[in-house]
C-alpha cells in the first residue's frame, strides 16, 4: 500500500478580494523508503502542500477540496486530537528555520524527553530510559559529543548543529512520513550535504518516506528518488528524478533546468512571472511564459501526457513536451 496518497487537494486563502488558490488540485504519492523531491519557485505552492500534509493550515487558509491518505487513513477526516497524536509519531516535520523550531528556553535534551513525553513514552519509561533515548538519536545524527549537545541551549550551537538537533527530533519516535521544508536554508555547502546525506541516511534505516521541499535541482538530482515539479499550485510534471532530469518534457521543467548556472555559459532567466493566484488564466498557468506555446494553451487546460514504460508524466498541450 502507498504510505502517502494525496488526491485533487486544494487550499484558498480568503481575503478582501478574490480567494488566493495557492494549491489548485494536486495529485502526490510517496512509498516507503523513498525520498520525493518538490520542487518549484516560491510562491508555487510548495509549503503549503507540506502544511496541508500535516493539517496545519489556518485561517484565512482552508482546504476546500481533496484526500490526503495515510496508510489509506484520510487524514481530514480525524479530528484536532487524532492528528496532534500522529504529528510527530507518524508524521514528522524539518523546518528550514532551526532557530525558529526549538525553544530558546529549554535545553536540548530536554526538548527531546519532551516529544517522548508527549506521545506517552514518559509514563512506560524511567527518566534514565528516556536520557538513553535521546543520547542515542543524538548520537546517530552524527553530533561526536552528545552529553555536551543534550545540556545545550539553542543559542549555543552551530547552524548545523542545530540543524542536526532539529533532525533528531523529527527522527527519534521513528515516524512513517518525514516532511523536510528547505532543511538546508542558510548552510554553508559542506554543512548541507553532511545534512542532507545524514536525512537520506535515517529516512531509509527507519524505512520511512520522505518529501523533500526544495528550489535546488542539485538537491533532488542527489537525494531524491521521484521529483514532483509545482507551478502556480499545480504538480506539472512527475516522475522518476533520472527520468525527469535526462529529458525534462513540461517548458517550465526545461527552464527550470535551463536556469541552473553551468560553468562558462551565460546565464539564463526564465521570462515574465507566475501568474496572479486570484486569478488564474482558463488555460495553461504558463503558456504566458512559455516559448512553445500554442493556440489552444490561453484557453484550454492542459492534459496529462504520460511517457510510456517510465511512470513520467507531464501537464501539457504539446504531445512530446517541450524540446530542450
Same mark, same amino acid.
Given at each position: $500500500?502507498?504510505?502517502l ?45 507540506s502544511l496541508?500534509?500535516?493539517? +496545519? ?12 491518505? #495515510?496508510?489509506?487513513?484520510? #487524514? ?28 530558546? #528556553? ?5 526538548? $527531546?524527553?519532551?516529544? +517522548? ?12 530510559? +528516556? ?5 542515542? $538519536? ?10 555536551r ?21 523529527a ?27 545524514l ?30 515539479? $509545482? ?16 529529458? =525534462? ?17 551565460? +546565464? ?33 487546460p =492542459? ?22
Amino acid at each position: $500500500m502507498t504510505l502517502l496518497e494525496v488526491k485533487g487537494l486544494r487550499v484558498e486563502f480568503s481575503g478582501r478580494e478574490e480567494p488566493v488558490r495557492a494549491v489548485n488540485g494536486v495529485d502526490l504519492e510517496i512509498e516507503r523508503g523513498e525520498i520525493v523531491g518538490l520542487v518549484g519557485e516560491s510562491g508555487s505552492g510548495k509549503t503549503v502542500t507540506s502544511l496541508s500534509i500535516l493539517g +496545519l493550515i489556518r485561517q484565512p487558509g482552508r482546504i476546500t477540496a481533496g484526500s490526503i491518505l #495515510l496508510d489509506g487513513t484520510d #487524514l481530514r477526516t480525524l479530528g484536532p486530537e487524532q492528528l496532534r497524536a500522529i504529528r510527530g509519531a507518524r508524521v514528522s516535520y524539518v523546518p528550514q528555520s532551526p532557530r525558529g523550531a526549538l525553544n530558546p #528556553l529549554l535545553r536540548i535534551g530536554k526538548q $527531546m524527553e519532551n516529544i +517522548l513525553v508527549s506521545h506517552g513514552e514518559g509514563g512506560r519509561q524511567a527518566t534514565a530510559e +528516556l536520557r538513553r533515548r535521546t543520547v542515542e $538519536m543524538i548520537e546517530a545524527v552524527g553530533i561526536s559529543d552528545p552529553q555536551r549537545a543534550l545540556r545545550a541551549y539553542p543559542h549555543e550551537l552551530s547552524g548545523g548543529m542545530a540543524q542536526r538537533a532539529v533532525i533528531a527530533n523529527a527522527m527519534i519516535l521513528r515516524p512513517d512520513l518525514v516532511i523536510a521544508d528547505e532543511p538546508t536554508t542558510g548552510l554553508d555547502v559542506t554543512v548541507q550535504a553532511q545534512i542532507l546525506d545524514l536525512f537520506s541516511e535515517r529516512v531509509r534505516e527507519q524505512g520511512a518516506g520522505a518529501l523533500l521541499v526544495t528550489h535546488d535541482l542539485g538537491i533532488v538530482a542527489n537525494y531524491c528518488t521521484r521529483i514532483a515539479v $509545482m507551478y502556480a499550485g499545480r504538480i506539472v510534471e512527475t516522475g522518476p528524478a533520472r527520468a525527469v532530469f535526462q529529458r =525534462p518534457r513540461h517548458p517550465y521543467t526545461v527552464g527550470l533546468l535551463r536556469s541552473v548556472p553551468v560553468l562558462g555559459q551565460p +546565464l539564463f532567466s526564465m521570462p515574465g512571472q507566475a501568474p496572479d493566484l486570484r486569478a488564474l488564466p482558463s488555460g495553461c498557468a504558463f503558456a504566458a511564459r512559455c516559448a512553445n506555446v500554442l493556440p489552444e494553451c490561453a484557453a484550454v487546460p =492542459p492534459p496529462w501526457r504520460e511517457v510510456a514504460r517510465e511512470a513520467h508524466r507531464f501537464l501539457c498541450h504539446l504531445e512530446d513536451g517541450a524540446p530542450l
